[in-house]
Structure formats: C-alpha cells, structure tokens
C-alpha cells in the first residue's frame, strides 16, 4: 500500500539534493507547481499524479518505483555498491540509481528524524513555559531561572563547539537522572562536570 507521507520524504530528499527551495523545484514543471503544492506533496497531503511522479524522478535520477514503494535494497546489497562506489570502481546505469536511492533514503530518514526531534523539542518549551505560567516562579526562583537561561545563551552563542557539546552532555545526564531514568554514578558524571568546568570561562567572540 502507497504511503504519501514516505513519498513526500523521498520528494523533499530529492528537492534538497538539487539545492532547491519550494518554489524552485515547482518551475521545472509544465505548468509550474505552487510552492503549496510542492509543500502539500512533500507534507504527504497530496500525491503528485503519476506524469509528475515521472518528472521526479528523472529530476532525480531514480525510478518511479524507488519513489512509490522506497529503496528495496538488502543492507549486504546496500554495502557492495558504495563499497564500489569508494574504490571508484565501474558502475552500471543501473547500479548508479540504486546508489543514489540509497544515498536519498539516508538523507530522507535524517531529514525525517531532525523534524522529529524539533517537533518534539518546541513541544517540551511550550509544556515547560505552561507549567511555569500555572506555578508562577518566587523571586529566588526566577534568578535561579534566569541564571541557567544566561548560561545556556552564552555557551549557544559564544562557546566553542567542544564547550556546548560538553554542556549538552552534562545537562543530559542531569535531567535523566532527575527523572529517573538512569542513576547516579559519581564516576560517570563528576569526570563530565569537571571536563566542562575547566573549559570556562566562555570567550565571547
């Protein structure tokens, strides 16, 4: 059974692998496309028809096949062509498509993955701000709040890359072992804490 949701992936893999935006990949067909139809497609609201679906694929370099059912290649089979691929060894016309179906259904799921992650990300702001709004902080609260807030943006904004991953680390480890989820282990946690603390202070660029 079509899924639209999967089909409209695979389309905005494509679009992104051409470098395009909406309504850029929406010229290249006769008639143009509305960037809301390219959007809707890619939404899976809207299937394109099946000339279209034709178009994107050789805008592609796929088959039509790969973007109705996906890449039915086995990991083994996966492996041998970019294997191939990386020895710069002779590929058929074949084997070329099914590399690049293969390079699209990673992008695709990365894409895919990312979204997912923001979704959710936004969704915990929005419950935290609403949890906030009903249990209104007290004054030492609110410093406390505005403590971490001024950390967090001096580290996203002005620390080095290596300083935020050591922040995003720590403050992992921390809320997984308030909510439970892990437990407590000195020795796994203070190394971590000493690590960030001795890349400060934050060098503002």
């Known amino acids: 059974m079509e899924n639209k949701t999967s089909i409209g992936e695979r389309i905005k893999a494509i679009r992104n692998r051409l470098g395009e935006n909406q309504t850029q990949f929406g010229e290249r067909f006769s008639p143009p496309v509305s960037k809301g139809g390219i959007s809707r497609w890619e939404n899976g609201d809207t299937k394109p028809t099946a000339e279209r679906l034709k178009k994107i694929a050789e805008f592609g370099g796929v088959s039509v096949e790969y973007l109705v059912n996906g890449n039915r290649l086995s990991l083994a089979d996966t492996k041998i062509l970019f294997d191939k691929a990386v020895h710069k060894s002779k590929l058929s016309k074949d084997e070329r498509q099914k590399l690049v179906e293969s390079q699209l259904d990673v992008a695709s799921a990365v894409s895919a993955m990312v979204s997912r992650w923001d979704t959710e990300a936004r969704n915990q702001v929005e419950k935290q701000q609403t949890i906030i709004e009903s249990n209104p902080l007290s004054g030492i609260e609110l410093q406390a709040y505005g403590d971490f807030l001024n950390l967090f943006n001096l ?51």
Do not use: W
């Not at 991953?165 to 000493?194: C, H, W």
């Open 155 to 205: 580290i996203r904004l002005h620390g080095s890359e290596k300083q935020q991953t050591e922040f995003d680390v720590l403050i992992n480890m921390l809320r997984q072992i308030a909510s439970g989820s892990i437990k407590y282990d000195k020795d796994d946690l203070l190394p971590n804490i000493d690590k960030f603390l001795a890349s400060l202070p934050v060098k503002k660029r």
